[in-house]
T-cell receptor
C-alpha cells in the first residue's frame, strides 16, 4: 500500500526552465509534507516543507504547492540549474502517539540538461 | 557540527548471515530513524528510537531489529540475511523526533547479500 506516490520515475528539463515534480498521497491524516533531495552516494537532504494549513511555501528558487482536496503536492524549481540534477523524494508526515511518522515516495530522478 | 555518521559504508554478506549497522546521530539529537532504500521502492521506514525506546515501527519482518544507547547512538541488526535485503540503509536523526522536525540523514550503509 503506497500511501505516497511519485508517478514519474524521471524528468528531464533544460537549464533555465522550470522543473515541476509531482507527488500524490492517499492518507488524509497526513498534515505535514516535505521534499528531500538526494545525490548519489549521499543521504537525502531536507529541501523544503509545507504544513497542511498552507497551500504554498517558497524558499528561493524552490516553491512547494499543496492541494489538499486533490491530495497532491508539487515542487517547482525555477530557474533550473545543473546542480539540481538529483533524485527528489516527497514525504508526508502524520503524528502518531506523539511521534512523527514519515512516509516517502519512490523518488523522481531530475536531470537538468545544459 | 558533525553530521549523522553511519558505519560501515559498504558491506558484503552471504545469505543466512547476520549484520549490524551503526549510526551516530548529530550531537543533541535524541531521535534516530532507520530507512531502507531500494530501486523503485523509495525509502521504506524501518523503525524510530527516542531516548532508547522504540516509538514507531514499519512493516518489516522480525529479522530486522534495532536499539538505541544512552548516548543516542543506534544500531540496526538484520539476522538470517536474504538476497532481498540488499539495499542502502539510511539512518536519520532529529532533535526531538517531533512533528514537523526535518530529518538529517547519514550517507548510508550499502549492504549487498550474495
Amino acid at each position: 500500500d503506497q500511501q505516497v506516490k511519485q508517478n514519474s520515475p524521471s524528468l528531464s528539463v533544460q537549464e533555465g526552465r522550470i522543473s515541476i515534480l509531482n507527488c500524490d498521497y492517499t492518507n488524509s491524516m497526513f498534515d505535514y509534507f516535505l521534499w528531500y533531495k538526494k545525490y548519489p552516494a549521499e543521504g537525502p537532504t531536507f529541501l523544503i516543507s509545507i504544513s497542511s494549513i498552507k497551500d504554498k511555501n517558497e524558499d528561493g528558487r524552490f516553491t512547494v504547492f499543496l492541494n489538499k482536496s486533490a491530495k497532491h503536492l508539487s515542487l517547482h524549481i525555477v530557474p533550473s540549474q545543473p546542480g539540481d540534477s538529483a533524485v527528489y523524494f516527497c514525504a508526508a508526515s502524520s503524528l502518531i502517539q506523539g511521534a512523527q511518522k514519515l512516509v516517502f515516495g519512490q523518488g523522481t530522478r531530475l536531470t537538468i540538461n545544459p | 557540527k558533525a553530521g549523522v555518521t553511519q558505519t560501515p559504508r559498504y558491506l558484503i554478506k552471504t545469505r543466512g548471515q547476520q549484520v549490524t549497522l551503526s549510526c551516530s546521530p548529530i550531537s543533541g539529537h535524541r531521535s534516530v530513524s532507520w530507512y531502507q532504500q531500494t530501486p523503485g521502492q523509495g525509502l521504506q521506514f524501518l523503525f524510530e528510537y527516542f531516548s532508547e525506546t522504540q516509538r514507531n515501527k514499519g512493516n518489516f519482518p522480525g529479522r530486522f531489529s534495532g536499539r538505541q544507547f544512552s548516548n543516542s547512538r543506534s544500531e540496526m541488526n538484520v539476522s538470517t540475511l536474504e538476497l532481498g535485503d540488499s539495499a542502502l540503509y539510511l539512518c536519520a536523526s532529529s532533535l526531538l523526533g517531533s512533528y514537523n522536525s526535518p530529518l538529517h540523514f547519514g550517507n548510508g550503509t550499502r549492504l549487498t547479500v550474495t
